[in-house]
C-alpha cells in the first residue's frame, strides 16, 4: 500500500499552509442545515496552528456553480459559522468553482492557488474522486499532505475493503449505473449484499418479477450480479400507486401491479435485513431502503435501529444515508431512548459515518482516488 503523506509528520512551523477543506453543505435561505462536513475539520486546523503555522488559508467549493459566480452559493454563511465553531485565525476563499478552471484542473489555477501557502494539505477526503485544480493540480506545485479526517477516512474505507467473513453490505438508494462496481467489489469481500432502495427495483426486473411502475436506471444490470444468490433482494416490499400518494401497502415482491411503484423494503424484509445486521460481525451500508424524503423511512429506520443498538462493527456513508439517520424519529428509537448523536455513537469508535458520498463509492470501487494518489507521488 503506498504510503499517503501525513499532516502529522509536516513541518508546518512558520509555513503559510494552504488547506483543501470539503464545505459542500446543505443551505436552505442561508441556513445552513447541517454543519457536520465544518465541524470535522476543526482538529486539523486546531494542529497547524498549534504547530505554529504562519498562516492558514482554506479552500472549498460549494454546489455545482458551473463556473459562473452565483450568490447562493457564496461561501459566507459557511465561514461565519466556521468561526462560531473555532478560534483558530484562518482566511477564507470564495467558492472555488466560481471559476471555471477549477472543474478543469487548469495549472495556471492551481499554479495560482499554489502561491497561497508554503504547504498544502487535503482535509477533503469527500472532493477527492474529482481531478479538480485544488485536488490534484496545487500538490504538483507544493509538498502536499492529508488531513487528520482524511487519513480516518482511507484507514477505515480500508478496513472496509477486507472485512471478517460473514460481513455484510446494505446497498439502497438509486443509480444502479453509479454503484454497479462497487457491487463487484463488494461480492468478493462480502458474504451477503442486500440490496434496497430503488437499486433492489433493477435486480427484480432483471430476475424477471414485476416492478410496475417503480424507479429504475437505463442500463441493464449484468448476469453476474442478476444470478448472484449472494444479492439477497426484499421478499416483501411497500407499494405505491401514482395517483394515490401517501397510502403504501405492502405485498410480496411478486404482488407488485403494473400501477404500483415500490417506495420501501416490506415489514418483513426489515425484520430479517434487521436480524443479520445484529448478528454479522461488520457491516457497511450506503443508500436509504426507500424513499425516506417522502416518509417512507420504516425499512431504513429498522435497519438502522438494528445497527446503532446492536453490536456490529459498521462503516455507513452517503449524503443520504446520513440524513436519513439523523433524522430518526424519537418514536422508532423505543424505550425512551433519544435521537441518535452520530457524533456520539462515532466517538465510542463502532461506527463510523463517512464523510464521503460519491468519494467513499469510488474508493471502496476502485481502492483510490485521484486527490489520495496526488499526495503519495514522490
Ligand atoms: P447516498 O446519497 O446515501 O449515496 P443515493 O443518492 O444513492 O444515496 O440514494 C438516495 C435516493 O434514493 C433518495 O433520494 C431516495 O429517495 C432514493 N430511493 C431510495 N429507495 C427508492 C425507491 N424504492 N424508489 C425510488 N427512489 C428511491
Ligand atoms: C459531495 O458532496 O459528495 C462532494 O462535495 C462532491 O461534490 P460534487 O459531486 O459536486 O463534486
Ligand atoms: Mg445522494
Known amino acids: 500500500m503506498p504510503e499517503i503523506r501525513d499532516i502529522k509528520d509536516a513541518d508546518i512551523e512558520n509555513k503559510r499552509t494552504l488547506v483543501r477543506v470539503d464545505f459542500d453543505v446543505p443551505i436552505a435561505e442561508g441556513r445552513i442545515l447541517d454543519d457536520v462536513r465544518i465541524k470535522a475539520v476543526i482538529p486539523t486546523l486546531e494542529l ?49 468553482r466560481f471559476d471555471p ?13 499554489a502561491a497561497l501557502g508554503d504547504i498544502y494539505v487535503n482535509e477533503a477526503f469527500a472532493d477527492s474522486h474529482r481531478a479538480h485544480a485544488s485536488i490534484v493540480g496545487v500538490p504538483k506545485f507544493l509538498p502536499s499532505y492529508a488531513g487528520l479526517r482524511f487519513m480516518k477516512e482511507v484507514d477505515k474505507l480500508r478496513e472496509a475493503q477486507t472485512p471478517p467473513v460473514g460481513s455484510v453490505a446494505v446497498i439502497g438508494g438509486a443509480k444502479f449505473e453509479t454503484k454497479e462496481p462497487l457491487l463487484r467489489n463488494l461480492l468478493s469481500a462480502y458474504s451477503q449484499v442486500l440490496l434496497g432502495g430503488a437499486l433492489a427495483d433493477d435486480v427484480l426486473k432483471a430476475r424477471g418479477m414485476p416492478v410496475g411502475e417503480s424507479l ?77 424524503e417522502e416518509g417512507y423511512r420504516a425499512g ?13 462493527r459498521a462503516i455507513v456513508g452517503g449524503g443520504d444515508t446520513l440524513a436519513a ?54
Do not use: C
Request: hydrophobic share 40%; aromatic share 4%; glycine share 10%.
Open 216 to 292: 429504475v436506471a437505463e442500463v441493464g444490470v449484468p448476469t453476474e450480479l442478476a444470478g448472484s444468490e449472494r444479492i439477497l433482494v426484499p421478499a416483501d416490499v411497500y407499494l405505491e400507486e401514482e395517483d394515490d400518494k401517501g397510502s403504501a401497502r405492502a405485498a410480496m415482491t411478486g404482488d407488485v401491479r403494473k400501477e404500483e411503484r415500490i417506495v420501501d423494503i416490506g415489514p418483513s424484509t426489515a425484520a430479517t435485513w434487521a436480524q443479520k445486521i445484529s448478528e454479522a460481525p461488520f457491516v457497511l451500508w450506503n443508500g436509504p431502503m426507500g424513499i425516506y
Open 101 to 113: 478552471r477549477e472543474e478543469a484542473n487548469d495549472e495556471n489555477f492551481a499554479k495560482e492557488l
Open 300 to 312: 431504513t429506520d429498522a435497519l438502522a435501529v438494528a445497527l446503532i443498538k446492536g453490536g456490529a
Open 325 to 378: 439517520l439523523r433524522s430518526i424519529q424519537d418514536s422508532t428509537l423505543k424505550q425512551g431512548s433519544s435521537r441518535p448523536d452520530l457524533d456520539e455513537i462515532e466517538k465510542s469508535g463502532r461506527i463510523f459515518f463517512s464523510m464521503g458520498g460519491g468519494a467513499m463509492l469510488k474508493y471502496l470501487a476502485e481502492g483510490t482516488l485521484p486527490g489520495l494518489e496526488a499526495l503519495t507521488r514522490r
Open 48 to 96: 497547524l496552528h498549534e504547530s505554529g503555522a504562519a498562516k492558514i488559508t482554506l479552500i472549498a467549493h460549494l454546489g455545482r456553480p458551473n463556473g459562473k459566480t452565483v450568490e447562493s452559493l457564496r461561501l459566507v454563511p459557511v465561514e461565519a459559522r466556521l468561526r462560531e465553531l473555532t478560534k483558530v485565525p484562518f482566511e477564507m476563499r470564495e467558492n472555488l
